[in-house]
């Protein structure tokens, strides 16, 4: 199963010149860049771990690049995404995001369903990350 988030997700996976290109429009739109990673994509899990500080003042596409290079050497087997943030105002969001690295194996999700009050159906997602190494031993 390939996990579908953010911007590029269809597409075979980016080389670090196409990445390259995108930070560099990123900054070239005045967008701030980070670097986060994850062990649990889950699709509720919006907050991933924050790669150092964020990369408020660096306008050089190659200081981010060796930055997510650092986070893939020591987190091999994690999701990698870069996001770049719009501080404009009445933005004040991020602009775009994009998953850069993944797991050689992506465990995927599946699906548990519950039965509620009356003929209420409750369904819930649940990350084969997650079963696999419970919280407290991923970090």
Partial sequence: MRLTQGAFSYLPDLTDAQII?????CLSRGWSVGV??????????AYWE???LPLFD????????YEV?????????GYIKLVAFNAARGTES????FIVQRPKSEPGFYLERTEAE???IRYTIHSYAVARNPEGSRY
């Fill in 118 to 120: 009356g003929r209420m």
């Fill in 36 to 45: 986060e990673w994850t062990d649990d994509p889950h699709p509720r899990n």
């Fill in 21 to 25: 290109k995108q930070i560099d429009y």
């Fill in 58 to 65: 660096v306008k050089d596409s190659s200081a981010i690049l």
């Fill in 94 to 97: 991020s602009a775009s995001a």
């Fill in 69 to 77: 290079n650092e986070c893939r050497r020591l987190n091999p087997e």
């Fill in 50 to 52: 924050l790669w150092g």
